[in-house]
């Protein structure tokens, strides 16, 4: 399904916007992905654009878990894979309490690295997405991608900030954007990924390729970018000053 399509057919759902939309469907269709893991579905406007993407190359599929509460989403993800018509290409997963007991299980049945993309974006936190990125370690494929949605963000300073159990945490754990630690201590810091890219809010790092291999995957990320100019790269602050320029507002 063409970008512009699938942007058609999302406009007003919650969730990703556009131009992050467009990021993620020209890397997964230029970089041919086929296996997709996604942790934090919500309504599912992501896994659309990730979806739409496959389906340029008719091949693929999507296992993405939420929790429950995410069937409540008007539109859900399962709305939306029947109004796209692209439902072919995804495994929604509801779990009941968290997706890291869905990640044991996954791996309890099969420990064989079978993706080359997995998007976090779910908890944001050092415990639950500190655990997923070594349980999903073991289903990256040599080669492929890890991309972590939200580094700046913060428990006390998002949409969770008056929800009872953040705001008994103490103000430090409040306060500091803990996907940025897991990125930047365990995944910077493990042995086995290279290629780190951070533009904007996003995180993104590569699994090493077994000895001899080549790929240019890389590369097909980095052109994505060059297209899309220096605010898809920008952070908030350079992306206000952009706006100022532009609107003198
Ligand atoms: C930012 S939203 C995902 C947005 C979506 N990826 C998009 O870009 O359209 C985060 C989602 O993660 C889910 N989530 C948070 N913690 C979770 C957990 N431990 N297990 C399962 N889902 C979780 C929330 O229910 C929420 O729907």
């Known amino acids: 399904m063409k970008l512009e399509r699938i942007a058609e057919l999302l406009e007003g759902v919650w969730g990703m916007a556009p131009r992050e939309g467009k ?11 086929r296996n997709i893991l996604e942790l934090g579905f919500a309504n599912g406007a992501s896994t659309m654009y990730l979806a739409a993407a ?14 429950q509460s995410a069937k409540v989403r008007r539109p859900n ?3 939306l894979m029947e109004k796209t018509g692209l439902g072919r290409y995804v495994t929604p997963v509801f779990a009941d309490a968290s997706y890291s007991w869905e990640l044991m299980k996954l791996l309890e049945a099969e420990s064989a690295p079978r993706f080359d993309f997995v ?3 779910g908890a944001h936190t050092w415990e639950t997405d ?5 349980v999903v370690d073991r289903f990256l494929r040599p080669g492929g991608w890890l991309l972590f949605d939200d580094l700046e963000w913060t428990l006390g300073g998002g949409g969770m900030k008056d929800v009872p159990w953040v705001q008994d945490l103490p103000p430090e754990q409040k306060d500091t954007p803990q996907i940025e630690k897991v990125f930047n201590l365990l995944v910077r810091g493990h042995p086995r990924y290279t290629n780190f890219r951070r533009y904007a809010n996003w995180g993104w790092a590569q699994k090493r390729l077994e000895a001899g291999a080549v790929d240019a995957t890389a590369a097909v990320l980095d052109a994505t970018y060059d297209r899309l100019g220096v605010a898809a790269r920008a952070g ?6 952009l706006h100022k320029i532009r609107t003198g507002r």
Not at 236 to 241: A, L, Q
């Open 23 to 33: 990021i993620v469907y020209e890397f997964i269709r230029d970089a041919k992905i």
């Open 119 to 121: 998007f976090i974006d």
């Open 54 to 67: 496959l389906d340029e190359a008719g091949a693929g599929s999507i296992l993405t878990m939420d929790n």
């Open 130 to 134: 500190g655990l997923a990125f070594f």
């Open 77 to 79: 993800i399962l709305d």
């Open 236 to 241: 908030k602050f350079v992306n206000r000053v």
